[in-house]
């Protein structure tokens, strides 16, 4: 009888061993231990043995029992560790199937970057309407009568008001800083805002001029601030769009509105402030002007220049994007040109 | 404008430590942009005085010569040469291997080499003058002239760059940063900026005053408002040569181009102290005597090159008794312009008010440059101080000349600008405390006058800084600061009030919506131009005469100002259309149409301004891509956080597909359009091949909502029954009805497909449905689910004739 069992377990275990499938465990299982199985038969018909018999064939059965379930056990650890969801192999080289491919302008990105750092000092977010006046767009900013701004040679004129003057001459807005009068009109001092949009000269386009434009313009009015917390501004702007602290200095620039006036200079990227093609060769690129507001334009906006003053800062989208991703057409912003617009992720 | 070292040395003493680079940054940080910077030595490199020892038939050529020549070394060199006037014991100017040089004066610049020409082995190149950059100073009469420096004082070996003066530095300045100041338009007044910059003095300017008791020189001045000061000097014993090599090289180094000594006198002034002077031949000034009135309507003036002017009554111009002899201030006339038999000249300084020289200059396509310093407002003193420089020269370089007649009007001087500036103020602008004695030096070193008491700078400005340029104390502010560098200031950080944080609803708003649109929905952002091709605008229908129109447009047909980003939209699909078959683009931005609108005063009227949200998918499907653009619009309120947007199918846009539009709704009002773009539209926009839906909404009036808008509802504890049902309907029945009978008998309805074609029969359509279903309190049973099934389609079988579709 005990050789009839050991023949039973070497049996049960090869064919354990030669499952491939694990479907085929269950099947197997129930051949070996199941109702019908040899084993079971011989531990139900066990009546006619001695005790003693009944008790090494007991053990025996339990024994053969166990190490069927063991080796079940193994082999189907070992069969779902072979496994795979794939039934052929997989080229791993193809690439990944793309994300959705919409994106924002990237004069806009440039803008909401620029919003969130000045968000982070408090600035809000104001803008102008495209159409404006001659009042507010020259008048209000210290632009002499006859500045050749105001002409139509620079200016875009709407027809039917291009004879007219102040208020009843509306153009498309040259600059953005007429609407920082509508604002301290609006609002009062204090304030500290930006102001992003677009602007418009009549003008020859070419690589680097365009007669649509972006500029982004921030300001702050305050009572007993010194001109030189405009530095702070333009680190800001700056630090937010190179992702590092990069150094500037400040020179003598001349605009109505302003009284001092400067330029804002920012290291060379390309060569480091050592001087290269790019830079003209003197280690410097002009980014922006800035400059405490001319005390005519605070009268304007009817506030006293003897208790506020303040300091803009006014910066080119379009060519600070240029410098960001080395593009070398202002045009292409507005050719609506999806080859160019999906670069820009 | 061109600074040329030299000349600037004349009037200063420049720190010995300082090199150009140095001055050219110090005059950026401080006064005007130094755009670049030119050794003007560098084009005489290796080119110097030679002597011709012998001329010799060259073999080979008959138009060549052999020189030998001595060029200040141990043995002669052999140079060939085809100059026409060769002759021994000349002093010529060579160019040395190295030297580069016009070959023939043309062309690009050539390096010359040790070669031989015709078999003959030449040591550089005797020149002519168009060939190195000497044209001015030596005038060739033929192109085989070769200069020949016999008879100017100069030694074999000798550099020609110190022969013709030309051992210099120019800087060259940007003129947009001297806009505003008139008296940095001349070296004098670039010296006088250096001197303060250094703190080193500045030398007076040579000066012959005029003796007043001279017989008088006629001039009426007839228009005052036009002309504030004229002088006309009378000058004779003068006659046509040409200026020594110092006043060339001052003049090709200021930028101007020699041409006789008299009216180098005139250009030479203008540089050196921004005064324009011009010189008449008095011979011509009939009557003797100079107007200077406004023109008569249609006037002519004949001027240098022959061409005519057609004056008009704004015009200000010098008339003789007879008729226009210039344009003042901005083009001599052909009259009375120096010739070479001219033997004496009528000087005129004067000072011509901005706005004049502006209007009449205007003609012209490129600005003189009297115009330019003019229009730059220059005061009435500078008159005397070119006056006297100007008098001077003719001393020194006609030194028999006769200063015969004088005259001079001068209805209104220029008042210099009184300012007081209290230390307090500079203080705290200038954010630090400069002590007196610098701010006074500072002032006094750029000819302000300055006396202090109770705290207070009581400045006079500088004449030549009174025409506007200063004029309130912030002006002063301005030049303390600069001089004593924006960079010693220090930045200082600015404050922060926590008062309230920044929350601006309809700026989130409008961010939330472009990312809604690129980020979740895969829109590209486009920008188009307010100015639209009037082909796109008459492709939509827009009536123009509602829109607002420029002036003075970039191109005739660009005239019309957008009243809707539709065709701007178009324009772009039709370009992109030659890349791509299949995308999405938006934007949002602003149309105008006329009205009126009052944006920050009463008297302000502008148009009215809407800001506009448009969007457009291309592609194949026309079916599809409306019901994309349906969904973007659908969900835009739940994914932005404002207002939802309902639709209504009522009224249909110009350039809408006659089946397939919608009107979008905000709280029952209409405020934009969601269609299909009809064929006529597309076939006008030439656009092809493609389908495209277009959506536009006036977005000034969604409603953004203060803060995210999301709900929470506890998780259902019972699991829901989810069951799909196919019914078979008449084409014409609309989804909304199947919705509306059925809607409140499940617990979620959810549309899946709508199918037309095999095996549905013609007229109908087949919808798929899902319903979820469940139960409050226990889990349904099959019984019960097919129960509520069977009544659904009961219901709908009722109401519209619905079967079930069979599998």
Redesign the interface.
């Known amino acids: 009888m005990l050789e009839k069992l050991e023949s039973i377990k070497e049996e049960g275990l090869k064919k354990i061993s030669e499952i491939t499938k694990t479907e085929e465990l269950d099947i197997v299982r129930k051949e070996l231990t199941g109702k019908n199985s040899e084993l079971v038969f011989i531990m139900t018909n066990m009546s006619s043995l001695s005790v003693e018999e009944k008790k090494s064939v007991g053990m025996k059965t339990t024994e053969i029992k166990a190490s069927f379930e063991n080796a079940l056990k193994e082999k189907e650890e070992k069969l779902i560790d072979s496994m795979s969801v794939l039934d052929t192999p997989l080229d791993t080289t193809i690439p990944g199937s793309s994300v959705?491919?919409?994106?924002?302008?990237p004069?806009?990105q440039m803008c909401?970057d620029l919003?969130d750092a000045f968000?982070s000092?408090?600035?809000?977010?104001y803008s102008?309407?495209?159409?404006?006046?001659e009042?507010?767009a020259f008048d209000n900013l210290n632009f002499?009568?006859?500045h050749?701004a105001r002409?139509?040679?620079d200016t875009?004129?709407?027809?039917?008001?291009?004879e007219k003057s102040?208020?009843?001459r509306?153009c498309?807005r040259p600059h953005l800083t007429g609407g920082s009068?509508?604002y301290l009109?609006?609002h009062g001092a204090p304030a500290r805002f930006v102001y992003p949009g677009?602007v418009?000269r009549?003008e020859t386009t070419d690589a680097r001029h365009e007669?649509?434009f972006f500029q982004y313009e921030a300001l702050?009015v305050d009572k007993?601030?010194?001109?030189?917390?405009g530095?702070?501004?333009i680190?800001t702007i700056l630090e937010k769009v190179f992702g590092r602290k990069i150094n500037v200095?400040?020179?003598?620039?001349?605009f109505p509105f302003t009284?001092?006036?400067?330029?804002i200079d920012m290291e060379c990227l390309v060569c480091g402030g050592k001087g290269c093609k790019v830079c003209?060769h003197n280690g410097w690129i002009e980014v922006m002007p800035g400059g405490?507001i001319?005390?005519n334009v605070l009268k304007s906006a009817g506030l006293d220049p003897e208790i506020w003053?303040g300091f803009y800062i006014n910066i080119g989208l379009d060519r600070l994007v240029m410098m960001r991703y080395g593009v070398d057409d202002v045009r292409l912003?507005?050719?609506?040109?999806?080859?160019f617009?999906?670069e820009f992720k | 404008m061109k600074v040329s070292l030299n000349w600037i040395k004349k009037y200063i003493d420049l720190p010995k430590d300082k090199t150009p680079k140095d001055i050219a940054y110090d005059l950026?940080?401080?006064?005007?942009?130094v755009?670049?910077i030119e050794d003007t030595s560098l084009k005489y490199d290796k080119i110097i005085v030679g002597k011709i020892l012998e001329v010799k038939k060259h073999p080979n050529a008959d138009t060549l010569r052999i020189c030998i020549t001595d060029i200040g070394r141990e043995n002669p060199v052999q140079i060939v040469c085809g100059g026409s006037n060769l002759y021994e014991g000349e002093l010529v100017v060579v160019c040395l291997p190295g030297a580069k040089v016009y070959w023939h004066g043309e062309g690009e610049l050539v390096e010359i080499k040790e070669t031989k020409m015709r078999g003959e082995s030449s040591y550089g190149m005797i020149c002519a003058s168009s060939e190195v950059f000497l044209d001015s100073f030596f005038p060739a009469k033929d192109e085989s002239e070769i200069v020949d420096l016999t008879n100017i004082d100069c030694h074999v070996g000798d550099k020609i760059s110190d022969i013709v003066c030309m051992n210099d530095t120019v800087l060259e300045i940007d003129n947009k940063?001297l806009?505003?100041?008139p008296d940095l338009w001349g070296h004098y007044g670039i010296a006088r900026e250096l001197s303060a910059i250094y703190d080193t003095p500045l030398k007076p300017l040579p000066k012959l005053e005029i003796d007043k008791s001279l017989p008088k020189y006629d001039i009426k001045v007839e228009d005052e408002s036009k002309c504030k000061r004229y002088v006309g000097v009378e000058i004779s014993n003068v006659y046509v040569k040409e200026s020594p090599m110092w006043l060339k090289a001052a003049l090709i180094n200021g930028g101007m181009r020699p041409i006789n000594t008299l009216v180098d006198i005139t250009n030479y002034v203008m540089l050196a102290v921004g005064q324009p002077t011009h010189a008449f031949d008095s011979t011509h000034v009939s009557g003797n005597k100079i107007i200077v009135r406004n023109a008569y309507k249609d006037e002519e003036l004949l001027l240098l090159d022959n061409t005519k002017v057609i004056l008009t009554e704004d015009d200000l111009i010098i008339s003789d008794e007879e008729g226009p002899l210039a344009l003042a201030g901005i083009r001599g006339g052909k009259k009375d312009s120096i010739l070479d038999t001219t033997t004496s000249v009528v000087l005129e300084v004067a000072n011509f008010t901005?706005?004049t020289i502006?209007?009449s200059g205007?003609r012209f396509e490129e600005k003189t440059d009297a115009g330019i310093r003019y229009e730059k407002n220059l005061d009435t003193e500078k008159v005397t101080e070119g006056l006297n420089l100007a008098l001077s020269l003719f001393k020194e370089l006609y030194p028999d000349s006769k200063i015969v007649a004088y005259g001079e009007e001068y209805p209104s001087a220029t008042e210099r600008a009184k300012i007081d500036v209290s230390k307090e103020f500079l203080n705290?602008?200038?954010?630090?405390e400069i002590p007196e004695e610098t701010v006074t030096k500072v002032l006094k070193n750029l000819g302000y006058d300055v006396t202090v008491s109770d705290g207070v700078y009581h400045t006079i400005a500088p004449i030549w800084r009174s025409t506007?340029d200063v004029s309130?104390k912030?002006?002063v502010?301005?030049?303390i600061?600069?001089l004593l560098s924006?960079?010693s200031?220090?930045?200082?950080?600015?404050t922060?009030?926590?008062e309230h944080a920044?929350h601006?609803d309809n700026?989130l708003l409008e961010?939330r919506i472009?990312?809604y649109?690129?980020?979740?929905?895969?829109?590209?952002?486009?920008?188009?131009?307010?100015w639209i091709d009037i082909k796109y605008i008459n492709a939509i229908g827009i009536d123009t005469s509602k829109c607002?129109?420029?002036?003075?447009?970039?191109a005739p047909e660009l005239?019309v100002?957008r009243s809707s980003l539709i065709p701007?939209m178009l324009?772009?699909i039709s370009?992109?259309l030659r890349?791509?078959n299949e995308?999405?683009?938006f934007e949002m931005?602003?149309v105008?149409e006329k009205g009126e609108y009052h944006?920050?005063?009463e008297?302000?009227?502008?148009?009215i301004?809407k800001k506009y949200l448009t969007g457009a998918l291309v592609g194949k499907d026309a079916k599809e891509l409306f019901y994309i653009a349906k969904g973007v619009i659908e969900n835009i309120g739940k994914y932005t956080h404002m207002e939802s947007l309902g639709f209504i199918h009522e009224e249909k846009p110009s350039w809408a597909d006659k089946n397939a539009y919608l009107n979008i709704t905000l709280n029952n009002e209409k405020i934009g359009e969601l269609g299909l773009l009809s064929v006529k539209v597309m076939n006008e926009a030439k656009i092809k091949r493609v389908n495209v839906a277009i959506f536009e909404i006036n977005s000034s009036k969604f409603i953004p909502f203060p803060s995210r808008t999301n709900t929470y509802k506890s998780l259902p504890i019972l699991p829901l029954v989810e069951k799909d049902l196919s019914i078979i309907v008449d084409e014409s029945i609309t989804w909304e009805s199947i919705s509306k009978y059925i809607k409140s008998k499940v617990s979620e309805l959810i549309f899946v497909e709508e199918y037309k074609g095999e095996k549905i029969p013609i007229g109908k359509k087949s919808i798929t449905l899902k319903v979820k279903l469940k139960s409050e309190d226990k889990t349904l049973t099959m019984e019960e689910i097919n129960k509520v099934m069977e009544s659904l389609v009961k219901t709908l079988n009722k109401m519209c004739g619905a079967i079930l579709r069979e599998e």
């Open positions: 959705q491919t919409g994106s924002l302008h004069i806009t909401y919003n968000a000092l408090g600035f809000e977010v102008e309407n495209d159409i404006s006046s009042k507010f002499a009568p006859d050749p002409q139509s040679m875009f004129w709407l027809q039917g008001t291009e102040g208020t009843e509306l498309l009068v509508r009109m609006a677009r418009y009549n007669r649509a702050i007993d601030i010194s001109f030189s917390s530095m702070v501004m680190q200095r400040m020179r003598e620039g001349f009284e001092p006036g400067y330029e003209n405490v001319h005390p003053t912003f507005h050719s609506t040109d999806l080859r617009l999906k | 950026t940080l401080r006064t005007v942009e755009e670049s940063s806009t505003n100041r901005a706005s502006r209007k205007k705290v602008r200038l954010g630090k506007g309130i912030d002006d502010m301005g030049d600061a600069r924006f960079e200031f220090e930045a200082k950080p600015l922060i009030k926590f920044v601006q700026v961010r472009r990312e649109l690129a980020n979740r929905c895969g829109f590209n952002e486009i920008f188009t131009y307010p607002v129109s420029l002036a003075t447009p970039p005239k100002l701007g324009e772009a370009k992109n890349y791509f995308f999405k683009m931005t602003e105008y944006e920050s005063t008297e302000e009227t502008l148009p301004h």
